[in-house]
């Protein structure tokens, strides 16, 4: 039961991602169609962030009332509606009508499955379910830059992934009485082999930390900036990579666009090896390593060469210094805070997640407007630099308290 569960939630992981890169790989094409200057996509990955952040803070609330099996699937169905609302939108007004149930469809399903998972099964399974999100993630910008490539234009690519997302919105429905049969049988361990080390199978969910109680507790406010810190950058990346390629390095918009994606295939190969050895290693320097690499691939993608291949190797040395680092700050929150605040405190640090998600694309657009988009890479060292800080200030805080 728990296996045929868990292989559900991969597939609903590949649905979470799909979505989240064909705004940055289909824009260099898309704001030229819809006659809107290149900072819009800013605009655009503002509110489907702010949608996200609303769901997520109302995730624990609602997944409560109705359970996490039909929260993931209409979640899944009101992206698949959005995506294909984007497909049929010859103005860009009506894009920003439809990122909003874009973003309020993944807010909750995210939230809801990184909680389900913590409470049902190993640790190891969150990095290599948020590898699965890279699956979904690096298979749309390839479809976007084969819908330009032949000529269907970006919108055919929004209308197979609505189409995608439709479908395994229907597996998710037929799915929804076996999450329920794993709530029932949760408390009993020898039905649930792989119990994730930071949760209480027996604890009642009921009676959650208040937020302000949580906000309160040392070290709190660390994360939360590192968090912003770390999605800042990976939605910055997402979003302008393939554009900075069109413009900084005159790579072709089709061949951007797939090239782009290995920012993504960095992220997914890496969280998947992440998994093998995360517990050997432990979050910590997970952490700090990764933050590391997306420094290095920063400054690669930046140098001033002859060449495009030293550019493209910085993706995807960024991406996979990304890969372990959202999955091991969830991870480490029990231990960090324990595991009575850890639900509580996830939940935050998901709408700290989306809010530097928010606010990081649009203002490196505006910044762009400015400075040109050569300023890319020194963006998202700044917020390698701001990330780190925070982590490591946490780890001395952690230590000293004997954690």
């Known amino acids: ?217 040392p070290g709190v406010a660390l994360i939360l900036v590192t968090f912003f810190a770390y999605c800042a950058l990976e939605s910055t990346g997402l979003l302008w990579a393939a554009t900075y390629l069109v413009t900084e390095r005159g790579a072709p918009p089709a061949a951007a666009a797939m090239l782009g994606a290995l920012f993504i295939l960095g992220i997914t190969v890496g969280r998947f090896l992440a998994g093998f050895f995360a517990d050997r290693i432990g979050d910590r320097a997970l952490i700090r390593g990764g933050f590391a690499m997306i420094g290095v691939g920063a400054l690669l993608l930046g140098l001033p060469l002859p060449t495009d291949v030293v550019g493209f190797v910085g993706l995807l040395i960024a991406g996979v210094g990304c890969a372990p680092i959202y999955p091991a700050i969830i991870h480490s929150t029990p231990a960090s805070f324990g595991a009575r605040n850890s639900q509580a405190i996830i939940g935050i640090q998901m709408a700290a997640a989306y809010t530097g998600s928010t606010i990081a694309p649009p203002l490196f657009g505006a910044l762009s407007t400015v400075t040109g988009l050569w300023v890319l890479p020194l963006f998202l060292i700044v917020l390698v630099a701001l990330g780190i800080v925070m982590s490591e200030r946490l780890n001395r805080l952690v230590a000293a308290r004997g954690a």
């Not at 045929?4 to 799909?18: D, E, K, R, T, V």
């Not at 910008?141 to 997302?165: D, K, T």
């Not at 020898?190 to 119990?195: D, G, K, L, N, R």
């Open 1 to 217: 039961m728990y296996a045929l569960l868990l292989a559900i939630i991969y597939i609903a992981f590949i649905s979470l991602g799909l979505p989240d890169s064909l705004v940055g790989a289909g824009w260099p094409v898309m704001h030229q169609d819809l006659a809107v200057p290149v900072a819009f996509a800013g605009i655009l990955t503002m509110i489907i962030a702010s949608g996200t952040i609303v769901s997520s803070l109302a995730s624990e609330r609602v997944t409560r009332r109705f359970g996490a099996g039909t929260v993931t699937a209409v979640s899944v169905g009101m992206t698949a509606l959005a995506l294909l609302g984007f497909s049929f939108s010859p103005a860009f007004w009506m894009l920003c009508l439809w990122a909003i149930p874009f973003g309020l469809g993944a807010g909750a399903v995210d939230a809801a499955l990184n909680n389900y998972v913590a409470l049902h099964y190993a640790a190891r399974h969150m990095n290599w379910l948020h590898s699965f999100w890279g699956v979904g993630a690096s298979i749309s910008p390839f479809l976007m830059g084969y819908a330009i490539s032949a000529g269907h234009g970006w919108s055919a690519a929004y209308l197979w992934i609505g189409l995608l997302q439709a479908a395994l919105m229907l597996a998710l429905l037929v799915s929804i009485p076996l999450w329920g049969k794993v709530d029932r049988e949760r408390a009993r361990p020898t039905e649930s082999p792989e119990p994730d080390a930071g949760a209480d199978p027996g604890a009642d969910p009921v009676g959650p930390v208040p937020l302000l109680t949580a906000l309160r507790i």
